[in-house]
């Protein structure tokens, strides 16, 4: 039996500049995440982001309890201080964490309840999971990038099985499988234009070989769909003289 408490941040992109950033002392105003009262001294603490993202991002262990600071940016302020937070790397978006635990949607910090702080403990802190159908992406980093989600590549990849979704070829046979090398995960819809965090399905990506997704960004400002580089491709075989 242990305390497990929930730190909070509605701000996506103040949360993930922050965890990029090594979580520098930025001082109350503009700090990101807050802790609930009843934190204390060896409780362990999960840093959750609200809003659009939704999803636990990190964890750390209190090692303090509730002090007034007495020098610098927290002077007269009150403050608990953790160890070093860790970053998840696969955020546990919140929607996955009540399916598992039965624990509700965090809409502010919070202590978990002792009945169920063991099993959102070990889920959060990435229990294997059997399947992965969707992840959080979209989150803009500190270099302006946007996150994209290694198990939802890696699926989508599996799924494909070595094979191009545009041409049709089967890499798995070139190069003594090496050919696989050349096989990108696509996102149907966007990234770029989008302004939030979005929910990517596994359904959202397909597997392409480079060159089709040259094709597709050929034109930089509207990519093609697949059903496009299809007809593409089929038209530019049929001019082929026969054998």
Same mark, same amino acid.
């Given at each position: 039996?242990?305390?497990?408490?929930?730190?909070y941040?509605?701000?996506?992109?103040? %949360?993930?500049?922050?965890?990029? $950033?090594?979580w520098k002392?930025?001082?109350?105003?503009?700090? %990101?995440f807050?802790?609930?009262?009843?934190?204390?001294? $060896?409780?362990k603490?999960l840093?959750? +982001?609200?809003g659009?993202?939704?999803?636990?991002?990190?964890?750390a262990?209190?090692?303090?309890?509730?002090t007034?600071?007495?020098s610098?940016?927290?002077k007269d302020?009150?403050?608990?201080?953790?160890?070093?937070?860790?970053?998840?790397s696969?955020? +546990?978006? %919140?929607?996955?964490?009540?399916?598992?635990? $039965?624990?509700?949607?965090?809409?502010?910090?919070?202590q +978990?309840?002792?009945?169920?702080?063991s099993?959102?403990?070990?889920?959060?802190?990435?229990?294997?999971?059997?399947v992965?159908?969707?992840r959080?992406?979209?989150?803009?980093t500190e270099?302006?990038?946007?996150?994209r989600?290694p %198990?939802?590549?890696s699926?989508?990849l599996?799924?494909a099985?070595?094979?191009?979704?545009?041409?049709g070829?089967?890499y798995?046979?070139?190069?003594?499988?090496k050919?696989?090398?050349?096989?990108v +995960?696509?996102?149907?819809?966007?990234?770029k234009?989008?302004?939030?965090?979005?929910?990517?399905?596994?359904?959202?990506?397909?597997?392409?070989?480079?060159n089709?997704?040259?094709i597709?960004?050929?034109?930089r400002?509207?990519?093609?769909?697949?059903?496009?580089l299809?007809?593409?491709?089929k038209?530019?075989?049929?001019?082929?003289p026969?054998?």
């Amino acid at each position: 039996m242990f305390d497990l408490f929930i730190s909070y941040e509605s701000n996506s992109r103040r %949360a993930i500049s922050q965890l990029e $950033g090594g979580w520098k002392d930025l001082g109350p105003d503009d700090s %990101a995440f807050w802790s609930c009262d009843s934190a204390r001294k $060896g409780g362990k603490v999960l840093f959750f +982001v609200g809003g659009k993202l939704n999803a636990f991002v990190g964890y750390a262990t209190y090692t303090s309890n509730w002090t007034i600071g007495r020098s610098g940016l927290w002077k007269d302020e009150e403050i608990i201080y953790c160890t070093i937070p860790k970053r998840f790397s696969e955020f +546990v978006s %919140a929607s996955d964490m009540k399916k598992e635990t $039965g624990l509700a949607i965090p809409r502010d910090a919070l202590q +978990v309840p002792n009945n169920l702080a063991s099993k959102v403990w070990r889920t959060a802190r990435g229990l294997p999971s059997t399947v992965v159908d969707k992840r959080m992406e979209g989150m803009v980093t500190e270099s302006k990038s946007k996150y994209r989600n290694p %198990a939802l590549r890696s699926v989508a990849l599996a799924k494909a099985d070595g094979r191009c979704e545009g041409c049709g070829k089967n890499y798995r046979r070139v190069a003594g499988g090496k050919g696989q090398k050349c096989l990108v +995960v696509h996102h149907k819809k966007q990234l770029k234009d989008i302004d939030q965090p979005v929910e990517t399905r596994v359904s959202d990506l397909a597997v392409v070989c480079a060159n089709c997704h040259m094709i597709i960004h050929a034109n930089r400002e509207k990519a093609l769909t697949l059903a496009q580089l299809r007809r593409l491709l089929k038209r530019r075989k049929s001019l082929l003289p026969r054998s």
